[in-house]
């Protein structure tokens, strides 16, 4: 929030220079100064891959839709086709009788890389807490690719994930996506055109960590004062850059505006670049968030831990929000406290909904199909008759809407990419297992072949933990 110091002289001399312009129009134009907007870009290639082909099994598209005794075929890294008694010269053929296959599973909140396992204090880098706005700083460039964390993801079917910053300031910083790919860096594992995210937070997270230290926020209303105080600079400072590059091109030789990277981050919203995912739990909190996207002309985004979803799911639907939520995480603060266990399905249940199932933990990713299940199996206790169908949209293709990238990934339509899982039953159940894993069409895990089985660096040399000794008796 330190713009007005950094913008004003900017403003001066822009002025100064306009004034200039006019009584010099044969100026020379000096060089036009422009911001690379992707400085790390992503190198992931796609793992040599086969034709494959999966035969006689029970298909969830994520779109909704369930074909039983089905095929799907996987060509040259995309979904070429589903349907019946398809065949392909050469492909190599997988039977699924028995099994199901579903599109690549996508967690939409993950700390994996930025909080590694082992979660050592040296490793440690997802939360920079040292100022309300920490707009500048990027996830990426935390991640410890390494993160035997990853490897754990995958074989819980987990093909791509968002990679937050935490969730102590007004604005975290931004968040990346990343192909669930084993990479020595992490521009490696990049989704390639992937938007970037911009993490904030609502409640008592910022107004507890800066009220402690007497700085603002303290309470929720300071909390949205920071909000609307750093995007009526960030509007500033994308005017500032717009009437630069209108002068510019209109052969005048105006000064740039300074470089700010925190309001780099935040033009990028409000030029629809970079996508908002907040955390936020309560129902008057997010309206307000709605609110606030209004007041300064950008889209509200996907809200994270939403416990309160259920409370305005016409809301968040007639907005186009996405809400990512637990099954049954509750209670451990106050503004966690008002849960229901039909939080997802209520969400759901509204046309033009996205709702979404995330995991926040390196562990719970493991299993992010069964979070799904817990979902479906208490809603349907309490009177609602979804199916697994519907419910595997809340880890794939809701979760792709969220991140900007459903048109390239999160269901299995012909013609996007080949992120596959082929399950030993309905994924479901208690005792679902991913059998194989896809990403663009490359088979990057198999429970039953260690050469599909990556290990991080980290583990190679590592001993085992021995076994405890046993005592007397046991």
Known sequence: MHIKQSIAPTLLALSVSLALSGCLESEQQDPKVSINKNPYPSTYQPIPKQTTLIKNTTVLIGNGERFDNADVLMTDGKISQVGKNLSAAGAVEIDGTDKWVTPGVIDVHSHLGVYPSPSAESHSDGNEMSSPNTSEVWSEHSIWPQDPGFNAARAGGVTTMQILPGSANLFGGRGVTLRNVSSHTMQGMKFPEAPYGLKMACGENPKRVYGSRKILPSTRMGNMAGYRMAWAEATEYKHAWEKYDRDYEAGKNPLAPARDLELDTLRGVLDGEILIHNHCYKAEEMAMMIDLGKEFNYQSGTFHHAIEGYKIADLLAENGNCAAMWPDWWGFKMEAYDMIHENVAVVNAVKNSCAIVHSDSNSTIQRL????????YRANENGFALKPAEA???????????????????????????????????????????????????KVYDRFDDKYQATSDFMLGQAE???LPKKGGQ
């Open 369 to 376: 199909n069964q979070e799904a299940g817990k979902v479906m």
């Open 392 to 442: 595997i949209r809340w880890i794939t293709l809701n979760a792709a809407k969220s991140l900007g990238i459903d048109d390239k990934t999160g269901s299995l339509e012909v013609g996007k990419n080949a992120d596959v899982v082929l399950w030993n039953q309905s994924p479901f159940s208690v005792y679902a297992q991913a059998e194989q894993v896809f990403v663009d069409g490359a």
């Open 465 to 467: 933990v021995p076994a």
